[in-house]
């Protein structure tokens, strides 16, 4: 029998139907095989994997496989959304064997799970071949597969380890980071490496804070021309805002157009923090359309916001997003659908399948003539209405703790920089802006309610919730991180103490449970479930890893209480990263975002005023600020507001205190002397 109908993953539930007898991860599933004697195959995926679909189209749907799967085999189906503690240990088990990884991943495992044959996607008649060898070599070779899977774990344990090489991290390692991926950028097109391409949110987000701090000009550039090259290509939704995972090429043209939640959270920092450092017109539009697309594309009412949108519309890829000239020419009419086609490079040769186009825009129009951006947002607005009345895209709407939490902290700081530049916004952009921070801010406060109504349970974060009813996964160390994060965001964006004090609530936790004996950490509980192996990947992928989400939270958390223990843990946790930033500036981007701000002070900003809301003094500290700064503006004393005790007003009128490391400036009240003090280096 199928056991997936009650699940809560949509992932999951996508096999329910199955012929497979898929079990969901648990310990039952391991003892059905240790009864039966049989092997275990395990098989991970997420809901928006275009593979994913494939395998379970020409595989999992078919009797004949289901056959061999059942009579053979105890069939584990994991989402590796709400498992990523088992991908991780079952990835590392294939990247080791198989010197790659990726999903669908396949693994073989022993009835107490060890792993002894690893994979991804196999064709249907290769899969049923690896099915009929397994059984085999589990009948009558049974030894060596034992041997094998013994060494695969001894393999994964030295790569999960800690307790290795330690360093503090230095402003000449983080230079030096900066240097290496000024290296391996690419001077053409944008972006590191080749296809396919991914964007390097966490890699820029460092390369803006390494700008603001050292003043490079190399590094703001190599920001500014891959946000320019992804804004116009086909990565980036140019009629509904927000971006794909990743460019199938090297130039950003050809999406996998799968829509993740994290990816989209993170380039919604990146251009935010381009537009409030240069005050660049696309950086501008495109964090605006990022922030709308969170709001109207994945916020889910009363709820979060769901994980992602479907590379597939009805089984094929792409089928909501691309045209054709005549398709064009049929919504716009003749004129107006040529010079769509003209601008979005939509050719009769098509860039995609079937000559169809992915849309791009093949020229800047944000610095033109005020009549040709009102023609291209005409004609942006006419297609959305066409596009949306094609068949869809699904959404896989389950609420994921972690990257709810990177998407609360990427709204909250959109909001404050979007307020500081209200007043330089002409008419049309001005209104629109205004009306996509209204419903940003409500999904936002939405998210941030429901985590913590919903995933906190018995003071320990649940991973994930849908339809309102929190799963069963524990939260892993990213979860507590980056919602640990979005609560200190909650605080400085409100004044509210409450979400101050579940932030050290989260933090203690992540201290008590998942402190390692070196000063790192480990991605889970010293009280979860015990996998063959404790995962404790420091490198950040594509998403923060969980100790770079900790210490960004913790690093936060000290600078609003002043409370040192916090960023003792939090240095303590970044120097076991130093060597691989020093080595892999790539894979280390958050880590080195962190870093940046603990070397930058980080500064505490205090503006006392009756009224915070466009204070010019408020406004200014969010516009200027140095990398990772905290900044509370309110009342003076406001109970739960450490950074507004005993600060009063001078002389009855607004007072800015600016703080770097719990040494303070003078109060100023004046806007020209707050800005002198944020901006000196």
Not at 164 to 183: E, V
Not at 344 to 369: P, Q, Y
Request: charged share 25%.
């Amino acid at each position: 029998m199928n056991r997936l109908a009650d699940a809560t993953s949509p992932y999951l539930l996508q096999h329910k139907d199955n012929p497979v007898d898929w079990w969901p991860w648990c310990d039952e599933a391991f003892a059905e095989a240790k009864r039966r004697d049989v092997p275990v195959v395990i098989s991970v995926g997420y809901a928006a994997c275009h593979w994913c679909h494939v395998m379970a189209h020409e595989s999992f749907e078919d009797e004949q496989v289901g056959a061999l799967m059942n009579e053979n085999f105890v069939s584990i189906k994991v989402d590796r959304e709400e498992r990523p503690d088992v991908d991780a240990v079952y990835m590392t088990a294939t990247q080791a064997m198989t010197g790659q990884g990726g999903w669908p991943m396949t693994v073989f495992a022993t009835p107490d799970g060890t792993p002894f044959f690893c994979g991804t996607y196999f064709p249907q008649p290769n899969f049923i071949r690896l099915l009929q060898s397994v059984t085999t070599a589990w009948r009558d070779q049974r030894d060596a597969v034992l041997r094998q899977g013994a060494a695969v774990v001894e393999a994964i344990g030295g790569a999960q380890a800690v307790g290795g090489p330690s360093t503090p991290l230095t402003a000449d390692l983080l230079d030096a980071a900066a240097d290496q991926l000024a290296k391996e950028y690419d001077g053409t097109h944008g972006g590191f490496g080749g296809a396919p391409k991914f964007p390097p949110h966490m890699n820029l987000l460092f390369l803006l804070r390494h700008h603001q701090r050292t003043g490079s000009d190399q590094s703001l550039e190599l920001v500014r021309h891959t946000c320019e090259a992804m804004a116009r290509g086909g990565i980036h939704d140019q009629l509904a805002g927000g971006f794909a995972r990743y460019s199938v090429d090297a130039h950003w043209t050809v999406p996998h157009f799968e829509k993740m939640l994290y990816d989209n959270a993170l380039l919604l920092r990146v251009y935010t923090h381009l537009w409030r450092l240069t005050g660049d017109p696309m950086a501008r539009r495109v964090a605006r359309d990022t922030a709308r697309f969170l709001a109207d594309e994945l916020h889910r009412p009363g709820e979060g916001f769901a994980s992602a949108l479907d590379a597939d519309t009805e089984g094929v890829e792409g089928r909501t997003y691309v045209w054709t000239p005549a398709q064009l020419v049929e919504v716009l009419g003749e004129e107006d659908g040529r010079w769509a086609a003209d601008l979005f490079d939509v050719t009769e040769a098509g860039n995609f399948e079937h000559g169809t186009s992915v849309l791009r825009l093949a020229r800047d129009v944000d610095d033109t003539a005020p009549e040709i951006r009102q023609r291209w947002q005409d004609v942006v607005s006419r297609l959305l209405v066409a596009r949306d009345a094609r068949p869809q895209p699904a959404r896989d709407d389950k609420v994921v703790a972690a990257w709810n939490g990177l998407a609360i902290t990427a709204i909250a700081e959109f909001q404050q920089v979007a307020a500081g530049y209200a007043q330089d916004a002409p008419g049309d952009d001005a209104n629109l802006m205004e009306g996509v921070t209204i419903v940003a801010d409500g999904a936002m406060r939405d998210a941030a309610e429901h985590l913590a109504r919903v995933h906190l349970v018995d003071g320990r974060l649940r991973r994930t919730s849908r339809d309102g009813r929190v799963g069963e996964s524990a939260g892993v160390l990213e979860d507590y991180g980056c919602v640990a994060e979005a609560f200190c965001a909650m605080h400085q964006l409100t004044g509210e103490a409450r979400w101050l004090a579940l932030a050290g609530q989260l933090l203690d936790v992540a201290l008590e449970r998942f402190g390692a004996p070196d000063g790192g950490f480990y991605d889970t509980a010293d009280d979860a479930e015990r996998l063959v192996t404790r995962p404790a990947d420091p490198t950040d992928n594509a998403t923060p890893s969980g100790r770079s989400a900790i210490v960004a939270a913790l690093v936060a958390y000290t600078a609003l209480t002043g409370e040192s223990r916090y960023r003792e843990a939090a240095e303590a946790a970044l120097a076991t990263v130093a060597p691989i930033v020093a080595r892999h500036a790539r894979f280390t981007g958050y880590a080195a975002t962190v870093g940046e701000a603990l070397l930058s002070g980080p500064y505490e900003v205090a503006v006392v005023t009756d009224d915070p809301a466009g204070e010019p003094l408020v406004l200014a500290a969010h516009r200027h600020a140095p990398p990772g700064a905290v900044i509370v503006a309110g009342r003076p004393d406001q109970p739960g507001v450490p950074l507004l005790a005993d600060r009063p007003m001078v002389d009855g009128r607004p007072t800015a205190y600016a703080c770097r490391g719990f040494v303070c400036e003078r109060p100023v009240t004046q806007l020209g002397d707050l800005v002198a003090q944020l901006t000196a280096r």
